[in-house]
């Protein structure tokens, strides 16, 4: 069983539209999170949600709104899509929010904008 | 966030062990210091991580400076399944949220020779 797993694991899509990038855990963690890695490999945090409420708000343009319907799952849409949002999206989760404990990444999503 | 410094590349032969340097000099006294590693397209995976006495586990040791300004994760026996990229980062209290975040560097770049 894969313990955090994102889908779809490839997007391809033009410049204006809009999608969703699905992500669920289940290892019963309270605490999920988006990573994006652009093309320089850096990993940078967008979001982070403990118990279904918003605690990490990165500088990221509005056009991204992450939804966390429950604990298990936290899903990021993006409307508009631009060039510059080509990334690998990388969900992860952690049992709490807490400085001793270990980050559970899945396998991210390449999203390739023409 | 503060901040950490590792070489940008270290090679090593397999079987051989290996010592990844990181320095931490801005660390603050409640500072975890985490590692993971990125295997080529694959999502961050977690090593190990401490706060000021050495740690071991199974994939790796990690020994910490006595003034945690600095820390070294060791491999024991390197294989080429260990070649990746590998971070070292501060997991650091969010005073707005008391929440944490892991905030990625560049990372090492690991070449395991056969």
């Known amino acids: 069983d894969t313990a955090v797993s994102q889908t779809p694991k490839y997007l391809v899509t033009q410049m204006g539209n809009d999608k969703s990038i699905k992500c669920e855990q289940n290892?019963?963690?309270?605490?999920m999170y988006w990573y994006k890695q652009d093309s320089k490999k850096f990993l940078k945090i967008m979001f982070s949600?403990?118990?279904?409420?918003?605690?990490i708000n990165e500088t990221v343009p509005n056009r991204f709104s992450p939804k966390s319907p429950d604990k298990a799952h936290l899903n990021l849409h993006i409307n508009s899509l631009e060039l510059g949002d080509s990334a690998v999206y990388f969900c992860?989760?952690?049992?709490?929010?807490?400085?001793?404990?270990?980050?559970?990444f899945g396998q991210g999503t390449r999203l390739t904008v023409v | 966030d503060a901040k950490t410094t590792q070489p940008n590349s270290m090679e090593s032969n397999e079987e051989e062990p290996v010592h990844l340097p990181c320095n931490h000099s801005?660390?603050?006294?409640?500072?975890?210091i985490h590692w993971y590693r990125q295997l080529p397209s694959q999502g961050p995976e977690y090593v190990i991580h401490?706060?000021?006495s050495n740690v071991n586990n199974r994939m790796a040791s990690l020994a910490i400076a006595e003034d945690r300004k600095s820390s070294t994760l060791i491999l024991h026996r390197a294989t080429l399944r260990d070649a990746a990229v590998y971070y070292c980062i501060l997991r650091s209290l969010l005073k707005e949220t008391s929440g944490s975040r892991l905030t990625f560097g560049e990372g090492t770049q690991l070449t395991v020779n056969p």
């Open positions: 801005t660390i603050s006294g409640t500072d975890y």
């Open positions: 992860a989760s952690s049992q709490e929010l807490g400085l001793n404990t270990e980050a559970f």
């Open positions: 401490g706060l000021t």
């Open positions: 949600y403990n118990n279904k409420e918003l605690i």
């Open positions: 290892l019963g963690h309270d605490t």
